[in-house]
């Protein structure tokens, strides 16, 4: 478990699934990630980051707000599995749409961060996300993060004509990381 002063990252329980549903049912949060999820999708997804935490000791966790226990999203790092990412530490988040504007995604991210730099032994950490997604962008680039223009790339698990499948990349050197 990973903490910040107003949250907690941590691993999936099987009381998750519905809350975290509805965050992924969102039509605001998956605007920029793809259709909503129903309940046995969200499950699938569920049990693929509790498989990826046994594989590799984490994940995108569970995020929850300390002070009401409400699960509010997910952040962590993962191995990254598309373009320029592919096998580099990743780092995720995805929010409730009405826990947007209070800093939990920075938060939760700098946390991530915090702990990949003092357990892993990877020399940056890598982000993506489609390019019109500004908050994303602005959590990154407030990490500290770079944008590697010339990493843009066309997501392939989204099909052709898909609008949401030109992606951007960006790195934080663990060199530059100041926490």
Not at 68 to 92: F, H, N, T
Request: proline share 5%.
């Amino acid at each position: 478990m990973i903490e910040s002063e107003r949250l907690l990252l941590r691993p999936w329980s099987d009381a998750d699934a519905a809350p975290f549903q509805a965050i992924c049912s969102d039509p605001a949060v998956m605007a920029t990630l793809g259709p909503p999820l129903d309940l046995a999708q969200t499950q699938a997804l569920i049990d693929r980051m509790r498989g990826i935490m046994a594989e590799h000791g984490h994940c995108f966790w569970a995020l929850e707000r300390r002070d009401d226990a409400r699960l509010i999203g997910w952040c962590g790092i993962i191995r990254g599995s598309a373009g320029p990412v592919a096998g580099k530490a990743e780092i995720g988040w995805r929010l409730a749409s009405d826990c947007w504007g209070a800093g939990y995604a920075t938060e939760a991210a700098r946390a991530a961060v915090a702990w990949a730099f003092d357990s892993l032994d990877d020399d940056a950490l890598w982000a993506i996300t489609w390019r019109g997604n500004v908050r994303s962008r602005a959590v990154m680039e407030r990490l500290g993060m770079q944008y590697q223009a010339g990493l843009d790339f066309d997501h392939p698990k989204l099909s052709e004509g898909d609008a949401l499948r030109p992606h951007v990349t960006y790195a934080l050197p663990r060199s530059t990381w100041d926490c």
